[in-house]
RNA sequence: GCCGAGGUGGCGGAAUUGGUAGACGCGCGAGACUUAAAAUCUCGUUCACCUUGUGAGUGCGGGUUCGAUUCCCGCCCUCGGCACCA
């Protein structure tokens, strides 16, 4: 028996599996065994991979084997999402251009990446800032356009006024520009949006998802939802009337005050003369502070008087209308009713300015309370002092007086979302151009598709002042010109990378290496996909944008299922004593070293035997010896000759059902563990031949280039172990002839006995009391009660 | 503050329709093999004690039960997410 020498075999069935096309899959073929495995591709650094991207990959290609192994096409795509700032910092400081870098960067990735030894199927792979890519993310954009998805409107940006630019949130930091440290401020864009609030309520729906649970709430919590009714007041003495948002509008009566933010249109034309040049001040202030800033100051509120007096719908009181900035333009309508009798927050504005505090509200114990520390929709206890609704339930006082509002004309029930639409629109180079021009008149319109891709120009200066960089194209802007006609002028802006990543898992199924077409036929076969991989980080922007595009082009006729991802799992994360691996920390941990020393298979069975693949872990090569030794078990007994005997079937059947199931949940731990029992086992009593091959197939996800030597050159299979089918259990078969016993006295283990499977009660419990050590405590005691749990346990109750 | 997940030996972690806590692995100890070492193999390894056994023990304090890591009540701590959302 020769040593197993990992490198050498593994970059032999490398070799072998390409050469063979083992991976490779024809998407034009409607197949009913398909198995779309995906897992979120990567953004191209010049790095090396990290142990992260390892464990991420390594817990998907376990996945994907073992999918195959049970019958299925299995499709395992990769790519790069290769648009994005890191590329354009480089070229500012360089000169380099992005595609330049980028196309490097991928080069040198994808060779990393096929030194794990995955089944990826690099026939379609996706590069999303080629044109052939990005021509088909433009037509995206074009039949949101078309179909009212997509609009235009202003929307503030982070502005750095020395260096003349726009920034993004990551290059803010405490407020502050990140490469001038000049003090960031805001500064109104017209930019494009895409309506993802139409589709708030679909995306709310998760019932055909298999979804992590925690996942499922954070869209939710994210997208929002809350029922509540709008309330207008007439503004005294002015024709306007300004409506507020409520969830509680039993507590209508108890409103002191109303609130509105700096930023709504209406403020500075019901303003008071004397109070103009306090409320404008005020005003400026808000606008110079980030939304950090503006949160970061906790508990403390601020705010000024307008002069102005709201009139109470009900009750016809005049309420004073304050200015705060605490109140946010971008939820509900911008103004709120103050009831500091039953809100924390308003309760705090109102010590602070000194309104009345009016109790609207009573518990069921007929004592006041706050709205936090109760579920406003399930609330018990009355209305008081209210007119005709003194004495109502809350939740029925709630309704009536919606009711009453809406009689009156002065309000109605409605519901608010905190989701916002989506702004696509980025004032920087490397991205998709948005395929948009401009007639002389200012008016927009969609590039045709004939002109897609509507290419990305190069003569452009990365790093301009003041405007996008491809304002500064001479080639865009003649461009524009010579095909649509004098005067008209190209949008600028690119899109945000999230609507590159947005329906990639779209493109794999058409993308090959010469088409640029993107045939929805051949995506329609493989969708949805059934396995979507990937960080938790991405609960709430790329999952639920991906779902909001996918819903949308369902809608449209062009995708056939509504839901992208049928199932999803997160990888956890791995740490270094404790810390996010981050270069800036220093505590990236390389795995290159352990995959030189002891091979791919080892290290991927090593961080997978770590711990639950959802949970990662702390990152230690103490423990890495242990599946070096396992490996090399397991070639030394595959290398011997012996026969099996009938406990070793039981202990494979038992192992069979056990790693099936904790491979399907992603219990890769565990599964390794069993595998390892099972080669103790056997090692011990002897392992027929037939249930050497069993066992090389159950190892086969986890250590492919292993199984597969094992398999072709060991025990001299014909063709590849990942064409061999998945081992079944019989469950009759899992099932020991004899159990053994526990017996307890007063719930205290106190000895056991080995008998029978499903021995008559009577007998064990006989044999249970005249077990040695239990006999002592039964002597002189009266046993009250026998508890028989059948093949498990004897419990004596005793009085001493 | 709110929502979610978790807290088990020296270490990574097993085990929950309530039924032997600590599977599997690391480490450690003892032994075999060896001139020796490494490797390998065998045995032991939660803690304490008066060691054929007894007691305690799954973050802390209570409760339900013949029996609780598992169920209930009240706390503490760690991690992830959201955060003036009206």
């Known amino acids: 028996m020769q040593d197993y020498t990992s490198n050498e075999i593994e970059e032999k069935w490398q070799r072998y599996w390409a050469k063979e096309q083992l991976y490779n899959v024809d998407t034009s073929v409607a197949d009913s065994n398909k198995y779309y495995n995906l897992v979120m591709f990567p953004y191209p650094s010049g790095d090396r991979l990290h142990i992260g991207h390892w464990y991420n990959y390594g817990g998907t290609d376990i996945h994907g084997r073992f999918k195959r192994l049970q019958g299925h096409t299995v499709l395992q795509p990769m790519g790069f999402d290769s648009f994005g700032l890191p590329a354009e910092n480089y070229a500012i400081k360089t000169g380099t251009p992005p595609a330049e870098s980028t196309m490097n960067n991928i080069d040198h990735m994808r060779k990393q990446l096929k030194s794990i030894g995955a089944m990826w199927d690099w026939t379609h792979e996706v590069v999303t800032s ?6 088909w993310t433009q037509w995206v954009f074009s039949k949101l356009y078309e179909n009212e998805l997509c609009y ?8 750095c006024p020395s260096c003349q630019t726009v920034l993004a949130n990551e290059q803010v930091q405490d407020g502050k520009c990140e490469r001038c440290d000049s003090e960031v401020t805001k500064k109104d864009l017209a930019q494009w949006f895409f309506k993802i609030t139409d589709y708030a309520d679909q995306l709310l729906d998760h019932s055909e998802l298999d979804w992590p649970q925690k996942t499922v709430l954070m869209q939710k919590n994210w997208i929002g939802k809350s029922k509540g009714c709008n309330v207008d007041w007439k503004v005294d003495g002015s024709d306007l009337t300004l409506s507020t948002f409520t969830t509680t509008v039993d507590t209508v009566y108890g409103v002191t005050f109303v609130v509105i933010s700096p930023e709504h249109p209406e403020l500075m034309n019901l303003v008071t003369d004397e109070h103009k040049d306090s409320v404008a001040e005020y005003v400026n202030e808000a606008k110079k502070k980030s939304d950090i800033d503006r ?19 009900l009750t016809g009181k005049k ?42 509200i009573a518990d069921t114990n007929g004592e006041t309370f706050v709205y936090d520390d109760v579920d406003k929709y399930n609330v018990k206890g009355k209305i008081i002092d209210s007119d005709d609704f003194t004495g109502m339930d809350i939740l029925e006082g709630r309704l009536a007086i919606t009711k009453k509002l809406e009689e009156m004309n002065a309000g109605e ?29 200012g008016k927009a319109h969609l590039v045709p598709e004939e002109y897609l891709p509507w290419e990305l120009p190069t003569d452009v200066d990365y790093n301009p002042e003041g405007v996008s960089p491809l304002a500064t194209s001479k080639e865009l802007f003649e461009r524009t010109e010579k095909i649509f006609g004098a005067g008209w002028t190209p949008e600028v802006d690119t899109m945000d990378t999230f609507v ?54 369902h809608d449209l006729g062009y995708v056939k299922y509504k839901e992208p991802f049928k199932r999803l799992v997160h990888q956890g994360l791995i740490t270094k004593d404790g810390a996010k691996m981050s270069k800036s920390k220093g505590n990236v941990v390389s795995p290159d070293e352990f995959v030189e020393r002891f091979g791919s298979d080892v290290f991927r069975m090593y961080l997978m035997f770590m711990g639950p693949y959802t949970e990662g872990g702390d990152w230690s090569d103490r423990g890495i010896t242990g599946i070096v030794r396992f490996r090399d078990k397991v070639w030394k007994l595959l290398n011997e000759d012996s026969e099996g005997n009938a406990e070793s079937e039981v202990k494979l059947h038992q192992t069979i059902k056990k790693v099936t199931t904790d491979m399907e949940n992603f219990h890769f731990n565990t599964a390794i563990a069993a595998l390892m029992e099972y080669v103790n086992f056997v090692s011990q009593n002897g392992i027929s031949k037939d249930d050497k091959l069993k066992l090389i197939v159950m190892l086969a996800p986890l250590a492919p280039h292993f199984a597969e030597e094992s398999w072709q050159e060991v025990l001299g299979q014909e063709g590849s172990v990942f064409n061999a089918e998945w081992p079944e259990f019989d469950a009759a078969k899992t099932v020991e002839s004899n159990v053994q016993i526990v017996i307890q006295v007063n719930g205290k283990l106190r000895g056991s006995i080995n008998v029978a499977r499903d021995s008559e009660q009577a007998q064990v419990v006989d044999m249970a009391s005249n077990e040695g050590n239990v006999v002592k405590y039964l002597e002189d005691a009266e046993i009250l009660k026998t508890i028989y749990v059948p093949n498990k346990l004897v419990n004596f109750v005793v009085k001493a």
């Not at 235009?152 to 502005?159: D, E």
């Not at 180079?429 to 002389?440: C, E, K, L």
């Not at 090959?512 to 709430?540: L, Q």
């Open 130 to 135: 080629s044109p052939e890519y990005y021509k």
């Open 152 to 159: 235009k409107k202003k929307a503030p940006v982070n502005w």
């Open 295 to 313: 949160t970061a100051e906790g508990k403390e509120k601020t705010g000024v008087n307008t002069g102005a007096f709201v009139v109470h719908p």
């Open 319 to 360: 309420v004073p209308l304050w200015v705060a900035d605490y109140v946010l333009m971008n939820y509900g309508t911008g103004v709120v009713m103050g009831v500091p009798a039953h809100d924390q927050r308003d309760m705090d504005f109102a010590n602070q300015y000194g309104f009345e505090i009016v109790q609207s």
């Open 413 to 441: 029930g409605t519901i608010q979302y905190k989701l916002r639409d989506w702004l696509v629109s980025r004032q920087r180079y490397w991205g998709a151009p948005i395929p948009v021009v401009y007639d002389p008149e």
């Open 500 to 553: 590159c990543s947005s329906w990639y898992y779209l493109r794999y199924p058409s993308a090959t290496e010469e088409s640029a077409p993107f045939n929805i036929e051949k995506t329609n076969n493989w969708s949805p996909v059934d396995m979507y991989i990937g960080g938790p980080e991405h609960a709430c922007m790329h999952l639920l944008y991906a779902r909001f595009i996918n819903m949308a082009l």
